[in-house]
């Protein structure tokens, strides 16, 4: 597998990716400059007796007791145990994983005071293949200290981990030392660089974004399934890319490339249902929300989010811990998803509804002996109502800790939760959907083409009709994995329509001296 070079400038999402999916890494040889010289700024205000937050003092309620020169280590180790506070089922590994590269890219900005052999830690363990046990609940997103302290306890040899071949769990010592490895000794700030970070919110969504932009092709070529099945007007889409909004043209646009003419035709007066219809101003919020997360996700993999930040020579307290535009586009990713899947349940009862579609009720092939999708559309209810129960804004229930003195949060790793729950459920939703539009070309008589035509074609490979004949969730199992073929095909060619578009470019008196 190939090797990405971490910068500690910016780390694109297919890099991230990578590595989760257990790509080494290298660092940089500008980047580990910045970092010593951030520790020779750290080091010299020290010497001038600076106070630094979480150093030179404890951290939250009792930042004003202080920490002497000679405690520092075993302080670092405190610190670190204090803060492993996780509980639940351990995060999946690839989150873990994008977690420790996220923080190792900030570290290379040399904003943090950290020394070299932070870097060096942290990439040891994900070039080893070695992934601390970091449980889910733990934090409430301003700084994942109590989740990010499990990471630091396994750099000092602390705790449990997961090796390169999976398995159990296994002690971070014994798989240290099978690898070749030591226990990290922290330099003054190196364990207060790892805690003071929310790599692993920013890391969850990461990965579920670059998910979705992935798969959204094929949403959109499951919907387009769905058209030739209901017999449902293209017209809109026209009207969408003459008149929409710039993520409803480009999804427009695509709609019409992937459909060729003449694959159906419209069955029934004017309009359809608001599902077939509003296909573009649904998906156009969903890749235009999809856009804003990836650009907040740009700075936070690029830019230290440390309380305190080293800049201009001192350490400087700062609110970056906060990772609230993040967290509320995230939020919105939630809600726009949610609008997306409500479209996706309300075509699959629309299929089956025959005064709706025109074709025997619940697609059956043999009314009046088969279920077919009858019981198929409890299923669809239940994953779409469990992936709308996810909408809740977190970010807004926040309780004062640490005495009051910490009384703002974004949950970042809670909207994270959501989206992977959500992204999870969605799988088997499509697939319901898939294969009820395939039902229903086949009684429709429909012959679509394009990317409709690939899905149907898949599909028949392996995946039974809903006839009685068999369970259902075999078969929706069987048309998940047709659909993840398709998805992979799509991925490996992205469509120009779903490509990020980038951030603007900040107005030249707004830019910094490091933007030069």
Not at 83 to 109: D, E, F, Q, W, Y
Not at 157 to 165: D, N, R, S, V
Not at 436 to 447: C, E, Y
């Amino acid at each position: 597998m190939t090797s990405v070079v971490l910068t500690g400038e910016d780390l694109p999402l297919p890099d991230l990716v990578a590595i989760a999916d257990g790509a080494p890494v290298l660092l940089s040889d500008a980047g580990m400059a910045r970092l010593a010289a951030g520790q020779a700024v750290l080091e010299a205000a020290l010497a001038r007796g600076d106070g630094v937050y979480g150093t030179t003092s404890m951290v939250g309620a009792f930042k004003d007791n202080p920490v002497a020169p000679e405690d520092r280590p075993n302080y670092a180790l405190r610190l670190a145990q204090s803060h492993c506070l996780g509980v639940g089922a351990a995060l999946p590994v690839r989150v873990v994983r994008a977690a420790m590269a996220a923080r190792l890219n900030a570290l290379l900005g040399g904003h943090t005071g950290a020394g070299p052999g932070l870097a060096h830690g942290l990439r040891d363990l994900l070039n080893a293949g070695i992934t601390p046990i970091v449980p889910e609940y733990g934090s409430i997103g301003c700084a994942d200290v109590g989740l990010m302290g499990h990471v630091g306890a396994a750099l000092m040899g602390e705790g449990q981990a997961l090796g390169p071949e999976g398995g159990a769990p296994v002690a971070v010592r014994i798989l240290l030392r099978r690898h070749g490895l030591g226990p990290m000794s922290p330099g003054p700030k190196d364990m207060m660089s790892v805690l003071s970070s929310n790599a692993v919110g920013v890391a969850g969504v990461a990965l579920v974004a670059a998910e979705l932009r992935a798969r959204l092709p094929l949403l959109l070529g499951v919907y387009s399934l769905s058209c030739a099945g209901f017999g449902a007007f293209g017209i809109p889409w026209e009207a969408a890319r003459r008149t929409g909004m710039a993520a409803e043209i480009r999804i427009a646009r695509f709609l019409q490339r992937i459909n060729p003419p003449g694959g159906w035709t419209p069955r029934r007066n004017l309009q359809d249902p608001l599902s077939f219809r509003c296909m573009p101003q649904i998906g156009g919020a969903f890749l235009a929300t999809l856009d804003r997360v990836e650009t907040a996700l740009a700075h936070g993999l690029a830019r230290c989010d440390d309380n305190p930040i080293l800049l201009d020579g001192r350490a400087m307290t700062s609110g970056a811990s906060l990772p609230l535009t993040l967290a509320l586009d995230a939020q919105a990713l939630v809600l726009a998803l949610c609008h997306y899947v409500r479209g996706v349940l309300g075509r699959i009862l629309a299929l089956c509804r025959e005064d709706l579609s025109g074709l025997p009720r619940n697609l059956t092939f043999d009314p009046g002996r088969q279920v077919a999708f009858g019981a198929a559309t409890k299923l669809a209810a239940d994953l779409s109502t469990a992936i709308l129960r996810e909408s809740t804004p977190a970010s807004l229930y926040q309780v004062p800790v640490a005495n009051g003195f910490e009384d703002e949060a974004s949950y970042l790793p809670s909207i994270a939760r959501a989206l992977r729950l959500q992204c999870t459920l969605l799988h088997p939703l499509v697939a319901l959907e898939a294969m009820a539009a395939r039902q229903a070309v086949r009684l429709s008589g429909a012959t679509p083409g394009g990317l409709a035509g690939e899905i149907m074609a898949r599909l028949a490979c392996d995946t039974p009709w809903l006839d009685d004949g068999g369970a259902v969730a075999d078969a929706v199992a069987r048309a998940e994995t047709a659909l993840a073929a398709v998805a992979g095909r799509l991925a490996a060619d992205p469509a120009p329509e779903f490509r990020h578009p980038g951030p603007a470019p900040a107005p030249i008196a707004e830019r910094t001296h490091e933007d030069a």
